[in-house]
């Protein structure tokens, strides 16, 4: 059983910043990409960054140049750092990751979500 649990979610004023962190445990083999995906009210998940399991980072066009994504290989664990906040980031961030398993299967798991909340 793998399991991603995320922590580092609040209330935040527009402006500041936010770290994000997302911890796998359970039955792992190895981890391929990682990656962080937002939902907020009333639309789509949405891809917000994508880290591989060489480092290789991908964003989404509305946080670049605000948001870092990065990996501790050793701790199973994806960070997303959040800086110059904005309201339209408000929503549920949902980690996910491609897992191998120690029986040679891949799947892909998700976190449970954590809140991010800007104020403007």
């Known amino acids: 059983q793998v399991q991603l649990v995320e922590s580092g979610g609040g209330l935040v004023e527009a402006g500041g910043s936010l770290r994000l962190s997302c911890a796998a445990s359970g039955y792992i083999f190895s981890i391929n990409a990682m990656g962080w995906y937002r939902q907020a009210p009333g639309k789509q998940r949405e891809l917000v960054a994508r880290?591989?399991?060489?480092?290789?980072?991908n964003y989404a066009d509305s946080v670049k140049g605000r948001f870092t994504i990065s990996r501790d290989n050793a701790k199973n664990t994806v960070y997303l750092q959040m800086n110059s906040l904005k309201s339209e980031d408000t929503a549920v961030y949902y980690c996910?990751?491609?897992?191998?398993?120690?029986?040679?299967?891949?799947?892909?798991?998700w976190g449970q979500g954590t809140q991010v909340t800007v104020s403007s």
């Open positions: 996910n990751a491609d897992i191998w398993q120690h029986d040679l299967t891949i799947a892909e798991y």
């Open positions: 880290i591989s399991s060489g480092g290789t980072t």
